[in-house]
T-cell receptor
Framework: GNSVTQMEGPVTLSEEAFLTINCTYTATGYPSLFWYVQYPGEGLQLLLKATKADDKGSNKGFEATYRKETTSFHLEKGSVQVSDSAVYFCALPLNDYKLSFGAGTTVTVRA | NAGVTQTPKFQVLKTGQSMTLQCAQDMNHNSMYWYRQDPGMGLRLIYYSASEGTTDKGEVPNGYNVSRLNKREFSLRLESAAPSQTSVYFC???????????????FGPGTRLTVL
């Protein structure tokens, strides 16, 4: 069945550093791929998504490209801020109703 | 447009007590979900409701019951709380909107439950 494997954290960075969080997937066909973000004390928010191969999702300076050759959907940001400190989850659908989430990567950005 | 709302935000129970977590969405979504989040375990699906009038078990349904009261509301009940149910509970919803695929889920702010 469909599943994602996400880079484990925690990740600690300085402000303005480059961030990459790796996510690889196993899937039948080409389902949508998602990155969700959870800020401290809050619920998950959709950060970005890509609905087909070679699509690039982007939001708030974050980008991820749906790469079928490497079955990957890595999250990147060129210059992180303290406000980007959060837990990031990669996800893909199991079927029409269920999502499979990665374990989450905790990112801490220091001033 | 409030999105997904959950009540209460915090709750402390004693072992054996019962309670109901409430969830409502105003996005006219067909599908709703209950998850629990525990340190090191990620998000685990407890129950979901694909559409009004249907409910199905997820990965960890034991000790919980759900009710899809109407299209907007989906409640989670703990009949006899146990310390193992100490967790953060999230409700989510998904549905077709403006022609988009219905696989995007939208989450509420969570209920932080402690069972002593």
């Amino acid at each position: 069945g469909n599943s994602v494997t996400q880079m484990e954290g925690p990740v600690t960075l300085s402000e303005e550093a480059f961030l990459t969080i790796n996510c690889t997937y196993t899937a039948t066909g080409y389902p949508s791929l998602f990155w969700y973000v959870q800020y401290p004390g809050e619920g998950l928010q959709l950060l970005l998504k890509a609905t087909k191969a070679d699509d690039k999702g982007s939001n708030k300076g974050f980008e991820a490209t749906y790469r079928k050759e490497t079955t990957s959907f890595h999250l990147e940001k060129g210059s992180v801020q303290v406000s980007d400190s959060a837990v990031y989850f990669c996800a893909l659908p199991l079927n029409d109703y269920k999502l499979s989430f990665g374990a989450g990567t905790t990112v801490t950005v220091r001033a | 447009n409030a999105g997904v709302t959950q009540t209460p935000k915090f709750q402390v129970l004693k072992t054996g007590q019962s309670m109901t977590l409430q969830c409502a969405q105003d996005m006219n979504h067909n599908s709703m979900y209950w998850y629990r989040q525990d340190p090191g375990m990620g998000l685990r699906l407890i129950y979901y409701s694909a559409s009004e009038g249907t409910t199905d078990k997820g990965e960890v349904p034991n000790g919980y019951n759900v009710s899809r009261l109407n299209k907007r509301e989906f409640s989670l009940r703990l009949e006899s709380a146990a310390p193992s149910q100490t967790s953060v509970y999230f409700c989510a919803s998904s549905g077709v909107s403006s022609g988009k695929r219905r696989d995007t889920q939208y989450f509420g702010p969570g209920t932080r439950l402690t069972v002593l």
